[in-house]
């Protein structure tokens, strides 16, 4: 791994339901705790080594003996994991920006200073490409935050986008204290609440009515825009057996211009995690294809787009690839 130029990835809010399954933390369960894992760099002086989560402490050095309780406690706050290694430059300056910040938020996030170094199969696990990485968990699923540098006001966007996907997924729990602590956040508005609900209860259709019913009365509602599209992918998705998922890919593979195999099988991909596949897949089909086929399977990759999140440095280049094939 090397350290790269700053560049924090933009707010990832649509991307917390299609990761599912995206990463395997369960590899890191119940092993052994390591031999004295390194102390992180000047800047995480707060972070308590093998601390328990449950107690009221923000920032904890993970070890492999803790890991697994850090991400149970993801379900009542969101957990930030700041990937870090001594020989990367960067890494004490991100830590030090990320206690800061995590303090001001009054409990409603926890800290967890990993060593890549001391604990290698947490940075396997979430698949990462260079330190320092931050990537948060949230009810057990990873939600990649930003690779490299990041300063305070950009690192606090990213918080705020977080706390808001936690409200959408009811995680809204608060350890207290710290050192200044917010006010609750707003309630959701009412139709997203209701589509959270049905969610919850694994209804995605009544879901998919509460998101519809928001964008008829709001349609500039992109939070509303996104949902609809994660839930009716979830909609696809439920009735799949893994059966029907290898039959799915086989007959994508014989039959490349067959529309629907090629959108079940890209649907897989993005549940997957593999996003880049998946929209490709897509762009390919467009660039074949003419007709009525060409531009159904334009809006379902622009509803992917929606998933993944706009911002996904894999949507933009997959819209640049988007426009080749068409002009």
């Known amino acids: ?52 989560p449950g107690a009221p402490e923000l920032k904890v050095n993970v070890t492999e003996a803790n890991f ?16 870090w290694a001594s020989y990367s430059p960067e890494s004490a300056g991100m830590l030090d920006v990320l206690e800061q910040v995590v303090d001001s ?28 990485t931050a990537v948060a968990v ?19 966007s990213l918080f705020d986008e977080l706390l808001k996907v936690a409200a959408a997924h009811g995680v809204t729990g608060s ?29 995605y259709a009544a879901a998919a009515d509460a998101y519809r019913q928001a964008l008829s009365d709001m349609p500039a509602d992109h939070e509303a825009k ?14 799949l057996t893994a059966q029907d998922s290898e039959a799915l ?18 649907d897989l991909d993005v549940a997957g995690g593999h996003v880049e596949d998946a929209l490709n897949r897509l762009v390919s089909f467009i660039g074949r294809n003419f007709g009525p086929e060409r ?14 999140g706009t911002s996904d440095e894999r949507v933009a280049k997959a819209r640049q690839a988007l426009a080749r094939v068409l002009f």
């Open 138 to 156: 949230l009810k057990g699923q990873p939600v990649p935050l930003f690779q490299g540098g990041a300063d305070e006001q950009q690192v606090r």
């Open 295 to 308: 531009e159904t399977a334009r809006v379902r990759l622009l509803e992917l787009f929606e998933v993944v």
């Open 226 to 239: 996104a949902g609809l599209a994660q839930v009716e992918l979830m909609l696809r998705l439920q009735p």
């Open 249 to 266: 890919r086989t007959q994508a593979a014989d039959e490349p211009d067959n529309l629907e195999a090629q959108f079940a099988v890209a």
């Open 68 to 83: 697994q309780q850090l991400v149970e406690l993801s379900a009542q706050v969101p957990v930030v994991f700041a990937l």
């Open 175 to 203: 350890l207290g204290g710290g050192a200044g602590a917010e006010a609750e956040p707003a309630p959701l508005p009412p139709l997203h609440q209701a589509a959270f609900d049905a969610i919850e209860a694994g209804d």
């Open 105 to 132: 938020y009054g409990g409603r996030l926890v800290l967890g200073a990993a060593d890549i170094e001391a604990f290698p199969q947490l940075a396997q696990a979430f698949q990462v490409q260079a330190v320092p």
């Open 1 to 52: 791994m090397s350290s790269p130029a700053s560049r924090p990835v933009p707010p990832a809010a649509a991307n917390l339901l299609n990761l599912r399954g995206a990463v395997d933390l369960s590899s890191l369960k119940q092993r052994p705790a390591p031999a004295g894992p390194s102390a992180p760099p000047s800047g995480t002086g707060g972070a308590q080594q093998g601390s328990a």
